[in-house]
């Protein structure tokens, strides 16, 4: 607990909507944005906020926020299942909401339509085209939620409720900017549905580098296949062909682990998996290669995604609270 109370300090740092269209949000009406002192009642602006200051814009607004997040009603258009427990929906939003869902640890909310707003399950967005105005969104069947989307979503044509573009998904994106990884290593480390988020770092390391004509980051990917389908890593990892390996084996080898990071050298460690894993993949990554960056799973419980309803918050040791749906952690945890 104090470790994680560390990293909940460190997620202070920013908030992921900062700089965006949704910024001022719905916290600078209750006095608890993260990054504005005005915002947060203080009669002094004392923040380091380089960007747009969300005060002037909250105050030109009229005192009210200015692009709240909408729901749009999406049509299935293609359904794949690879097992009897994950299929892959592909849903119609438009180029405008596809465009913003390019971004690595992007996701969205989803619900049948006709349903509360309480039937909303969090889902990373795997892939999004621009071009034909699609998302892509691999869903496991574990608890009540997802079980009823995907049997109500069983045809093309069904129409479900989808709520976004969130952008809290990852953190530590800020090590995964194209420009600065030229020539650089990667090591992606996924298991299970964990490998959906990892997609949009794939794409988008190898689509804007493309774009540039500068050569791409070296990418190596490590898959633990357990609980997802090697078909649809295949479908979705573009030309990165993963590895398979059982991540439970790597964890309890110290000697493995050490092995790989010392032949590898990776300037970015990207881990979508488990907390579990997670914390014992750090504690070795972090006394072998300690400078590397880390990008990681923002694992919390996500309800609203707006930092209101407290089910991803966490109290620091100072008492404040963290709004871990909102909180940026740009090097990742223990930098």
């Given at each position: 607990?104090?470790?994680?109370?560390?990293?909940?300090?460190?997620?202070?740092?920013?908030?992921?909507?900062?700089?965006?269209?949704?910024?001022?949000?719905?916290?600078?009406?209750?006095?608890?944005?993260?990054?504005?002192?005005?915002?947060q009642g203080k009669d002094v602006c004392d923040c380091d906020w380089n960007g747009i200051c969300p005060y002037t814009v909250f105050c030109q607004n009229g005192?009210?926020?200015?692009?709240?997040?909408?729901?749009?009603?999406?049509?299935?258009?293609?359904?794949?299942?690879?097992?009897?427990?994950?299929?892959?929906?592909?849903?119609?939003?438009?180029?405008?909401?596809?465009?913003?869902?390019?971004?690595?640890?992007?996701?969205?909310?989803?619900?049948?339509?006709?349903?509360?707003?309480?039937?909303?399950?969090?889902?990373?967005v795997m892939k999004a085209d621009e071009k034909e105005g699609t998302i892509h969104l691999a869903i496991r069947r574990e608890g009540p939620k997802s079980k009823?989307?995907?049997?109500?979503?069983?045809?093309?044509?069904?129409?479900?409720?989808?709520?976004?573009?969130?952008?809290?998904?990852?953190?530590?994106?800020?090590?995964?900017?194209?420009?600065?990884?030229?020539?650089?290593?990667?090591?992606?480390?996924?298991?299970?549905?964990?490998?959906?988020?990892?997609?949009?770092?794939?794409?988008?390391?190898?689509?804007?580098?493309?774009?540039?004509?500068?050569?791409?980051?070296?990418?190596?990917?490590?898959?633990?296949?357990?609980?997802?389908?090697?078909?649809?890593?295949?479908?979705?990892?573009?030309?990165?062909?993963?590895?398979?390996?059982?991540?439970?084996?790597?964890?309890?080898?110290?000697?493995?682990?050490?092995?790989?990071?010392?032949?590898?050298?990776?300037?970015?460690?990207?881990?979508?998996?488990?907390?579990?894993?997670?914390?014992?993949?750090?504690?070795?990554?972090?006394?072998?290669?300690?400078?590397?960056?880390?990008?990681?799973?923002?694992?919390?419980?996500?309800?609203?995604?707006?930092?209101?309803?407290?089910?991803?918050?966490?109290?620091?040791?100072?008492?404040?609270?963290?709004?871990?749906?909102?909180?940026?952690?740009?090097?990742?945890?223990?930098?």
């Amino acid at each position: 607990m104090e470790q994680m109370a560390e990293l909940s300090v460190k997620r202070e740092s920013g908030c992921f909507d900062a700089g965006t269209d949704q910024c001022p949000c719905v916290l600078a009406l209750t006095g608890d944005c993260l990054i504005c002192s005005r915002l947060q009642g203080k009669d002094v602006c004392d923040c380091d906020w380089n960007g747009i200051c969300p005060y002037t814009v909250f105050c030109q607004n009229g005192n009210e926020i200015v692009s709240p997040r909408e729901e749009v009603t999406a049509e299935l258009v293609e359904r794949t299942d690879y097992s009897e427990e994950i299929s892959v929906f592909v849903f119609r939003v438009g180029r405008s909401f596809a465009q913003s869902a390019t971004l690595p640890g992007s996701f969205v909310f989803l619900r049948p339509i006709g349903f509360e707003r309480y039937c909303d399950i969090p889902v990373s967005v795997m892939k999004a085209d621009e071009k034909e105005g699609t998302i892509h969104l691999a869903i496991r069947r574990e608890g009540p939620k997802s079980k009823q989307l995907t049997q109500k979503a069983e045809l093309v044509g069904t129409t479900c409720i989808i709520r976004g573009v969130y952008r809290s998904g990852l953190l530590g994106t800020e090590a995964l900017k194209p420009t600065d990884l030229k020539g650089k290593k990667i090591l992606l480390i996924t298991k299970g549905i964990g490998a959906a988020p990892a997609m949009l770092i794939i794409d988008r390391l190898l689509t804007m580098n493309e774009k540039a004509g500068i050569p791409g980051a070296e990418i190596r990917w490590l898959a633990d296949s357990e609980k997802v389908d090697r078909r649809l890593l295949k479908d979705y990892g573009r030309d990165v062909a993963p590895e398979y390996i059982s991540l439970s084996s790597l964890v309890e080898s110290e000697e493995l682990l050490t092995e790989i990071l010392k032949e590898e050298q990776p300037d970015v460690t990207a881990l979508m998996v488990s907390e579990y894993y997670m914390e014992q993949l750090i504690r070795v990554i972090r006394k072998e290669l300690p400078r590397t960056k880390i990008v990681r799973l923002n694992n919390a419980k996500m309800c609203c995604g707006e930092g209101l309803c407290g089910a991803c918050t966490e109290i620091g040791p100072d008492g404040s609270v963290i709004r871990r749906c909102k909180c940026r952690d740009e090097n990742g945890p223990m930098d």
